[in-house]
């Protein structure tokens, strides 16, 4: 067997997995089918490019079980948290990136390493068991052959959702006699900044009418077979949440409060919040627009918000389908493929959402192939951390019959005894101590 770890796959899961084992020690051979197969999201060939945001979402360590997640991973020695801090932005309370300069960091790192060798081709069939210790990130966009080789293997039907890509906005094209730049609560971001949202007021009129017309926007059809795919509900298309609901939008992405138009000095009835997308300022992200309108009907709907009547598209929202597996049926908890033990997975395949649980998974995942390879013990995170709690659920603490893709939160982590009365925003608080300094435990024992 060899003693080579294979990773497929170089999206953020494959990355940190192959940084972690790397940096154990072991030779590492990492294989990304981009530029030679494109996908329906990538844009680019760099490793651990950005697709549907540049958002790793709150940075707060004491109050988010997210943020809790970033500081683990940093304790870690996350090659994607060194490169997210590296390149980060404006962005209030939230960890945004310069998503060129990120993936260019992360890609330039582990062309770099000495014990990482990058292949660039498509693997379409299973890993065979001669190739040793072997980790799948291949990510919710795994390409057709592979992804029909994994349901063969496994026994299991594929599940689905799609996710959508949120428009980019010229910011020169803003109206900024409209337009102002206010944080929600004037809340103090990472970089001392108040102000970090670029945000467009609607009236009640103004609000109506536009989800009249998002409601009524053509839409991208479905294929046959995508027509049963459900969505992942933190990620809904704009136009899904409008049609649940007149007042919908305005208690969600385009809720008002804590935002106060200067021109009026009042809450505008709903407003539309623009997060800087690059690390220049010349490119802004709408928040929560992820959508699946056909290109023009985006531009002609999107014009009719305030401040964007002469709005230019850098990049127009989109649609694609994300695949994961029933982890909690089919792995162990070492992500190990309980039917083929050579083979892990790691990654959104594995059921967790969003960029960071991603990498956080491949980071776990890269930590336990290494361990293997070189004959050494590995004791899986606490239950007590973000790392633990994650694990433990895509690998059985989920229900298998129902199991959906998740982000990291504070009800995955084992609850306080009855006996010891925390609560609330304490109870945040005294989750995240705990887990840090049982993590600091895990990280010195790992060490040894």
């Not at 997995?17 to 060939?45: K, N, S, Y």
């Not at 809720?255 to 997060?275: E, F």
């Not at 890269?366 to 013990?377: K, S």
Request: hydrophobic share 40%; aromatic share 8%; glycine share 10%.
């Amino acid at each position: 067997m060899s003693t080579k770890l294979q990773i497929v796959g170089g999206g953020l899961a494959g990355s940190e997995a192959a940084w972690q084992a790397a940096e154990a020690g072991v030779e590492v051979i990492l294989h990304e089918m981009r530029p030679l197969r494109a996908t329906d999201a990538h844009q680019t060939d760099s490793l651990a490019e950005l697709v549907c945001s540049n958002s790793f979402r709150s940075d707060d360590a004491q109050n988010n079980a997210v943020g809790l997640l970033h500081e683990e991973m940093r304790q870690a020695g996350s090659l994607i948290m060194r490169a997210a801090d590296a390149h980060k932005l404006p962005a209030g309370g939230a960890l945004a990136v310069d998503r060129h300069g990120f993936s260019a960091a992360v890609t330039q790192a582990l062309e770099s390493h000495p014990r990482v060798k990058i292949s660039r081709a498509e693997i379409t069939t299973l890993p065979p068991a001669d190739w040793g210790n072997t980790i799948i990130a291949t990510g919710p966009l795994t390409s057709a052959s592979l992804g029909g080789a994994i349901g063969e293997a496994t026994g299991q039907d594929q599940l689905a959702f799609f996710d959508a890509i949120a428009p980019i906005i010229h910011r020169e094209s803003i109206d900024f006699d409209i337009a102002w730049f206010q944080s929600r609560y004037d809340k103090e971001g990472p970089g001392g900044g108040i102000a970090d949202y670029i945000n467009l007021p609607l009236d009640e009129s103004q609000y109506k009418a536009f989800v009249a017309a998002l409601i009524a926007g053509e839409k991208t059809d479905f294929k046959e077979w995508e027509k049963s795919t459900p969505y992942f509900e933190a990620c809904l298309p704009i136009e899904v949440m409008a049609a649940r609901g007149e007042q919908t939008l305005a208690f969600g992405p385009m809720k008002p409060v804590g935002l106060m138009d200067p021109r009026t000095g009042r809450q505008a009835h709903a407003v539309v919040q623009l997060r800087q997308d690059n690390k220049l300022g010349t490119l802004w992200n709408m928040v929560g627009f992820q959508t699946k309108l056909r290109h023009a009907e985006q531009v002609r709907i999107f014009r009719t918000i305030p401040g964007l009547e002469n709005a230019q598209f850098a990049r127009l929202g989109g649609l694609h389908r994300n695949t994961f597996i029933n982890s909690p049926r089919l792995l162990d908890a070492q992500l190990r493929l309980k039917a083929h033990p050579h083979l892990r997975f790691a990654g959104q395949i594995t059921g967790v959402e969003g960029y960071v649980e991603s990498a956080a998974i491949g980071l776990l995942a890269g930590r336990f192939a290494a361990a293997e390879v070189l004959g050494t013990p590995a004791m899986p995170p606490p239950p007590t951390t973000a790392f633990g709690a994650l694990l433990a659920h895509i690998t059985g603490g989920a229900d298998e019959r129902t199991f959906q893709p998740m982000n990291v939160n504070f009800g995955l982590f084992p609850p306080f005894p009855k006996t010891a009365k925390i609560r609330g925003k304490d109870r945040k608080q005294a989750m995240s101590a705990r887990a840090l300094e049982d993590l600091s435990g895990w990280l010195i024992g790992a060490a040894e």
